[in-house]
T-cell receptor, first 115, second 111 residues
């Protein structure tokens, strides 16, 4: 069964450092997403991406965040200058269509710890 | 009022029990509704979509009440493996496809 993969599984970084989280979506999917989940809290939408452009983004996705699809398979989330409050689980997801009725498949997540 | 609200639980039930969760949403323009399951420190996985007429998948039944703006999930004959957090997800706010997640309801099924 095809699956979304994410690397690394755990990233520890110091405050102010840049981090790049990587995702490989399911190969025939065209729509990609990043979410975060702070420990004990709900899953929060960050950004959706299609055709090399951001489709939608939440208020959390500020200038410190950027996304990129550098090649045909990877989808990355960059945080330029990490803050303590960026510590969370970051999930990548992909879907065949952006239509709200389509299932999104989630990757296993990257746990980001900012110290 | 929170956009998507769930009772966090935990719901502690014996094997074989029937348990039901509700989820309320605030935006009447919402278009699609889902139940996801999330195991501890794992990714969310789609359990089932929720259709206007209600739908069933094995031991799981989901219902939507647009008038009262809530969805429900009923689990019959609970198994130990059903222990997880159940996330209510609401999609589509006036053309947007941004999904809004509830905080989840924790279910513990004990022998």
């Amino acid at each position: 069964e095809p699956e979304v993969t994410q690397t690394p599984s755990h990233q520890v970084t110091q405050m102010g450092q840049e981090v790049i989280l990587r995702c490989v979506p399911i190969s025939n999917h065209l729509y990609f997403y990043w979410y975060r989940q702070i420990l004990g809290q709900k899953v929060e939408f960050l950004v959706s991406f299609y055709n090399n452009e951001i489709s939608e983004k939440s208020e959390i996705f500020d200038d410190q965040f950027s996304v990129e699809r550098p090649d045909g398979s990877n989808f990355t989330l960059k945080i330029r200058s990490t803050k303590l409050e960026d510590s969370a689980m970051y999930f990548c997801a992909s879907s065949e269509s952006p239509r709200s009725s389509y299932e999104q498949y989630f990757g296993p997540g990257t746990r980001l710890t900012v110290t | 009022r929170k956009e998507v609200e769930q009772d966090p639980g935990p719901f502690n039930v014996p094997e074989g029990a029937t348990v039901a969760f509700n989820c309320t949403y605030s935006n009447s323009a919402s278009q699609s509704f889902f139940w996801y399951r999330q195991d501890c420190r794992k990714e969310p996985k789609l359990l089932m979509s929720v259709y206007s007429s209600g739908n069933e998948d094995g031991r799981f039944t989901a219902q939507l009440n647009r008038a009262s703006q809530y969805i429900s999930l009923l689990i019959r004959d609970s198994k130990l493996s059903d222990s997880a957090t159940y996330l209510c997800v609401v999609n589509g706010r006036g053309g947007s496809y941004i999904p809004t997640f509830g905080r989840g309801t924790s279910l513990i099924v004990h022998p």
